[in-house]
T-cell receptor
Framework: RKEVEQDPGPFNVPEGATVAFNCTYSNSASQSFFWYRQDCRKEPKLLMSVYSSGNEDGRFTAQLNRASQYISLLIRDSKLSDSATYLCVVNMRDSNYQLIWGAGTKLIIKP | DAGVIQSPRHEVTEMGQEVTLRCKPISGHDYLFWYRQTMMRGLELLIYFNNNVPIDDSGMPEDRFSAKMPNASFSTLKIQPSEPRDSAVYFC??????????????????FGPGTRLTVL
């Protein structure tokens, strides 16, 4: 089993719809969690940190479920510009880094 | 503010040649990371530095790969000799554990635009 797993997709979603995808992690000692977005042939960019209490930024909501060991990303009212690959990353350490990246979920928003 | 700067943006070389990739992190960041990304293996962390010191190089594939950080504003990743299977996009990223701007701890990594390496 991979340490961090994501459904590779692609998720084909009509514009305006709501879409959600998860990322599971195997190490219960994982400390911090993030969602990054990567456009085609570009570098990854931070989308959101994922806090224990969950967090929301506009149309995007991220949640952490430690009991079931997964994080989720919800996108409401999806836009064409949301088309990208969404990468989750888990840091195993608090004082330093031990980063495990998921392979990414590809999202395609269709008009 | 200038982001992470990488050079060259594209590199095409022949098998057996030495390749040197360069990175300038964001000023004030004390962590620097080198990643490799391929379709088959995704994003892989190769090595990272803290205050110019290598902390974890367990992701470096083999002895043909080496990385240095002689000062806080410059790092290199060298492949010698290069092989076709080294073809990938190599990203450099930097971060800091503490953001002086927000006063909060942060793990945000800022990536450079990457170097697309093709080894023929």
């Amino acid at each position: 089993r991979k340490e961090v797993e994501q459904d590779p997709g692609p998720f084909n979603v009509p514009e305006g719809a709501t879409v959600a995808f998860n990322c599971t992690y195997s190490n219960s000692a994982s400390q911090s969690f993030f969602w990054y977005r990567q456009d085609c042939r570009k570098e990854p960019k931070l989308l959101m940190s994922v806090y224990s209490s969950g967090n929301e930024d506009g149309r995007f909501t991220a949640q952490l479920n430690r009991a079931s060991q997964y994080i989720s990303l919800l996108i409401r009212d999806s836009k064409l510009s949301d088309s990208a690959t969404y990468l989750c990353v888990v840091n195993m350490r608090d004082s330093n880094y031990q980063l495990i990246w998921g392979a990414g979920t590809k999202l395609i928003i269709k008009p | 503010d200038a982001g992470v700067i990488q050079s060259p943006r594209h590199e095409v070389t022949e098998m057996g040649q030495e390749v040197t990739l360069r990175c300038k992190p964001i000023s004030g960041h004390d962590y620097l990371f080198w990643y490799r990304q391929t379709m088959m293996r995704g994003l892989e962390l190769l090595i990272y530095f803290n205050n110019n010191v290598p902390i974890d190089d367990s992701g470096m594939p083999e002895d043909r790969f080496s990385a240095k950080m002689p000062n806080a504003s410059f790092s290199t990743l060298k492949i010698q000799p290069s092989e076709p299977r080294d073809s990938a996009v190599y990203f450099c990223a930097s971060s800091t554990k503490f953001s002086p701007r927000t006063g909060h701890s942060t793990d945000t990594q800022y990536f450079g635009p990457g170097t697309r390496l093709t080894v023929l």
